[in-house]
Nanobody, 126 residues
Framework: QVQLVESGGGLVQAGGSLRLACAGSGRTLSRSTMGWFRQAPGKEREFVAAIYWSGGITYQSDSVKGRFTISRDNAKNTVYLQMNSLKLEDTAVYYC???????????????????WGQGTQVTVSS
């Protein structure tokens, strides 16, 4: 079993920054693709960013490209999401996810992931 725990969420003004962390336990995630998704009230959970096990390949959604950066520290079994230039529309619960099966499904799809964290709230105020 894998447990994922997100941290780093909070309240920030528009234009500010936050750094989310997702710590994994239960098994090493060094060979797993890791993703960040978010869900705003009344909306579906959407893809934000993903990083392959080597860390060399990353994807970001168009809405966060150039502002958010995903990274990982395999030694710490942790993945990060650096969020800069935050906008009101970035307000959501942010979830990290792990693909421990080596899914061939697109890393931008929720179905690629078999483990999910409980989420951390990010609120951007004007």
């Amino acid at each position: 079993q894998v447990q994922l725990v997100e941290s780093g969420g909070g309240l920030v003004q528009a234009g500010g920054s936050l750094r989310l962390a997702c710590a994994g336990s239960g098994r090493t995630l060094s060979r797993s693709t890791m993703g960040w998704f978010r869900q705003a009230p009344g909306k579906e959970r959407e893809f934000v960013a993903a990083i392959y096990w080597s860390g060399g390949i990353t994807y970001q959604s168009d809405s966060v490209k150039g502002r958010f950066t995903i990274s990982r520290d395999n030694a710490k079994n942790t993945v990060y999401l650096q969020m800069n230039s935050l906008k009101l529309e970035d307000t959501a619960v942010y979830y990290c996810a792990a693909d421990t099966r080596g899914s061939v499904v697109d890393a931008r799809s929720r179905s690629a992931y078999d483990y999910w964290g409980q989420g951390t709230q990010v609120t951007v105020s004007s």
